[in-house]
């Protein structure tokens, strides 16, 4: 059993942070931890693994933190953006740059002299706060930013190439907006005990290891270093020389000439089948969204439940024909003519960039291949659950949300409000000798926040009309308050169970009915609403990693600024030169097993469909009319599972995330899909029998091992992606043999 619980006792300490009382990193310490105690859950992950002391005397502030940052931010940036033109969407992993910022500055600690110039890249012990400020800058920078996804749609669908000024100040003001929406509901949630965060947990175990117990911290950097090394080795072979292993069937081996063998057991390439009983050894994509380390046990079985239904929606869709799928490819996110080629959206344009009704007529509408149209019903299923499934299982969570509309708080922001933000020390006020405190903004970070806020919509403005965009100012406006909106929902959701949903499909249908005829407009309504939560939950995600790590909120607002602007201009660099080298690969329907335009084309699709023929396709009695009515039946979906809870709780409804289950039910639409067998039975090994078997190795060793498997993974992808696969240039593929089948489906399936 675990030791009793203790109640700290106010310090010097106490008075120095900028927690609030109540909070889960404040309010408990375990006097002893005993380490073969089974974490049931993410609060006690939290209270058991992350510590809660601090040293105020610690400098983020210093050169060697800059140094470090700057440079994995480059790295960082470079690699989203080639991420973001792979086969499956892949995440650049926060724990892989957190260590290797520890190594560079424990390197530079050691091997640096501490005397003359070199003193400022060598101040003294390479301290957690520097380590916690290096990894919000290049986690920051680590994301494909969104409007690099408008400007490859510009090249390669309308042929235009928007100068490089606008196309900065686009990223910039659509990066940033969100982090201004987003620190302004720091108080809602970030600060609130229940909002855990539990994907940053294995971040900051990891970070108290290190610094805590130097002997500890050095054996388990051992098991680091031989697992980086181990998979760096090893994902030479199924990236390159041998990548059967990225999906090996023996369904596709036993019938290489079946189609519908491909379709339902193969996946090792981009949109070729549901990979069914697959086995993939290729880390990348195993873990290539989320590792199946890190995601607490029962978000694991919700989303499970949801890839099981999906392989049965798809197959039912496509072999009983519905909306004529057996015309189209199996997955595909492009439009088609009824007749199955690819549909040439210039021909329905005008020299606007509007839909012409008349041009359509002669042209025909598009059609979507039937699984794209489950992944869209899906996803609104599970954008309309999670309002319900919040307000009935988090409805006290989500109660302090509106508290802050009264002309009270409003006066006194008012008076406290001081635009000079860089005057103060970044320390957040805690109310005392109150029974139930509100949490109190640090003025700085208040200011801060509200700032960029209105600077990004400012310039956003500006930009809509420099671009051409076809946005008019008041769908700007609506984009930003329908962000608002959605930060507040589903932040809550990823805050508690550590997975974001996507409300692109719901803010591009609201755009399709506001600006009818306008696929530009269609593309920038979304950058601004959707990737403006994105962002806020990428800001929300990093200050929790500040809160936990005692940074001040200063710091990690600066850290987040410079590493957004810096991951931009290199997203934008990156992006240019794949198109260059690559663009008929990205304009074909399925791609390779190492280049897709995927993301391009979905979101292009989505642009056409939506913004120019949303009325003739999604409206009632029209083809596509259940992706919009899908939405009622997701506000109620969710009331089953409550009202069986409530009734008979031993059936533990509350285990299932209905939101979750819902956009799963769709999850298979793209990509490569041979890694979804192999990816459960690693969750479930890691989250069932290592931590209920094995919880001191699981609390020591899990999450280090997960970071190690995405570190040495992606520093291989980084290297291979410009040596022989040709991100900046011609591609050297492995000469083609039975493990390597150059012409065809790496998994030797029928090439449909």
Partial sequence: ???????????????????????????????????????????????????????????????????????????????????????????????????????????????????????YLNPGPFNKKENA?????????????????????????????????????????????????????????????????????????????????????????????VVFAAIFIWEIFPEWIFPLLTGFSIFCLAAPNNAAVSRVFGGSNGNEGLGLLSLCFDWQYISGGVNPMTIPLKAQLSSFIGCILCMVVFVAV?????????????????????????????????????????????Q??????????????????????????????????????????????????????DWKFWKHSGKREVPINIEEPRPTLPRDAEAGTFVTFVLSFIVGLVVIYKTNSTLPWWGFVIAVLLASVSILFFGALYAITGIALSIQTLVQMIAGYLHNGRPMANMFFVLYSYNTVSQALLLLGDLKIAQYAKLPPRAAFTAQIIGTLLGAVLNYVLMNSIIDSQREILLSVQGTNIWSGQQPQSYNSQAIAWGGLAHELF?????????????LIGLVAPLPFWIIHRYWPKLRMDYS???????????????????ILSYYAIAFLSQWWLRTRYPRWFMKYNYWVGAALDGGTQVMVFILSFAVQGAAGTAHLFPAWWGANQGGNYDRCLYI
């Fill in 1 to 119: 059993m675990a030791a009793e619980a203790v109640k700290r006792t106010p310090s010097a300490t106490d008075e120095k942070s900028y927690f609030v009382k109540g909070d889960v990193e404040s309010s408990t310490q375990e006097a002893e931890t005993d380490e073969n105690v089974v974490l049931q859950n993410e609060r006690e992950i939290a209270t058991h693994v992350i510590s809660v002391d601090d040293d105020p005397s610690l400098n983020p502030w210093t050169l060697r933190a800059f140094f470090i940052g700057l440079g994995l931010s480059a790295f960082g940036g470079s690699l989203a953006q080639i991420y973001y033109f792979k086969p499956q969407t892949i995440l650049v992993s926060s724990m892989f740059l957190a260590i290797l910022s520890y190594i560079i500055g424990f390197a530079m600690e050691t091997f640096i002299p501490r005397r003359g110039l070199f003193r």
């Fill in 133 to 225: 400020f290096i990894i919000i800058m290049s986690s920051a920078a680590a994301n494909s930013a969104l409007a690099t996804e408008v400007l490859a749609v510009q090249r390669l669908y309308y042929n235009i190439t928007p100068n490089a000024g606008s196309s900065i100040f686009l990223l910039f003001s659509s990066q940033l907006l969100g982090y201004g929406i987003g620190g302004m509901m720091r108080g809602i949630l970030l600060y609130p005990s229940k909002m855990l965060y539990p994907g940053v947990l294995p971040l900051l175990s990891m970070f108290d290891a290190l610094y805590r117990d130097g002997f500890e911290a050095r054996r388990k950097l051992k098991v680091f270093y």
């Fill in 318 to 362: 496509f072999y009983t024909n519905i909306w004529d799928s057996q015309n189209f490819p199996f997955l595909a996110q492009l439009l088609f003519y009824e007749n199955g080629t690819v549909y040439d959206q210039t021909l329905i344009m005008n020299s606007n960039y509007e839909v012409d009704p008349a041009l359509v007529a002669e």
């Fill in 364 to 417: 025909g509408l598009p059609y979507y291949a039937g699984t794209w149209i489950i992944n869209l019903l899906s996803t609104n299923l599970g954008l309309a659950a999670t309002f319900t499934h919040l307000l009935l299982w988090n409805k006290d969570d989500l109660r302090a949300a509106w508290s802050w509309m009264n002309m009270d708080t409003l006066r006194s922001w008012r008076a406290n409000f």
């Fill in 619 to 631: 409206s009632t009695g029209q083809r596509y009319q259940w992706v919009p009515l899908s939405y």
């Fill in 657 to 675: 995330y209905t939101p979750i289950i819902c956009v799963y039910i769709g999850v298979l639409c793209v990509g490569i899909n041979s890694s």
